[in-house]
């Protein structure tokens, strides 16, 4: 295997530079990684970010009329449903266990993703695009991201959530994650941000790992709830300089883990 210091350190980004067979390898072992964790029964599935995305995404566009809006990844559509009022249509790129009609009575449709992360659309067509907890699936992000310009209409708005921390060692099996997921080093990802052209309308840093583990012990849902969404917040902006990629040990666990962004064309 490629040696994996400079991934580790965060200088660059696994995946990224990967050619179509090792993409469509990449591919094959994730394409119902998310389904297979639990998300495939629509019966006992919950969603578990509402206040997360609406503190700190949503509120920026709940004004904000959406003719069409495309949700990356985005299941049964559950996130769209803080501005449902707000949107006409919804197209959905995923896979096909979580194929329906409608989402909460608003028209959606539902696209196979392609292998090499081309978007079958038309330049301009959305005007939000969500991708929440999505690229760190996919290998060559700097490719996806550039797609989701392309598709995303002049003066749209696009939300991203994606973990900014290796998410432990991707090369061995991990307990309660897919086969290849791992997450994108803050720098690159501001760096990808900067050369597909967008421009960067908010941005905070979220997941505090040691206040949602404690959370999940008590069976509770932190990141529905506004109270400990604000905290985790609070946690995340006075320790975000202390992130590592790949962090180890006890004390490297005190920081942000993942990134919010809204993003403007």
Known sequence: MTNMNEYFAGDKLYGDDFKLEQLR???EDEVEGYANLGAKNRASYRYVYHALNYYHGFKYIQKKIINSALGIGSAYGDEFKPILKNIKQITILDHQSFVQDECYGIPCKYIKPSVDGKMPFEGNSFD?????????HIP???FVMSEVHRCLAKNGLVLIREPIVSMGDWTKPRKG???RERGIPIGIFNQINQQVGFKVLHSGFCVFR???????LLGVNAYNNKLLTCLDAFLCKITNRNTVYHPEGFCQKFQPSSIFYVLIK
Not at 128 to 136: A, E, K, N, Y
Not at 210 to 216: A, F
Request: proline share 4%.
């Open 128 to 136: 939000l695009i969500t991708c929440l907890g999505v690229l760190h």
């Open 140 to 142: 060559n992000v700097s």
């Open 210 to 216: 040691p206040l949602s583990g404690v959370c999940r």
């Open 177 to 179: 994650g897919t086969k």
């Open 25 to 27: 390898e990449w591919y």
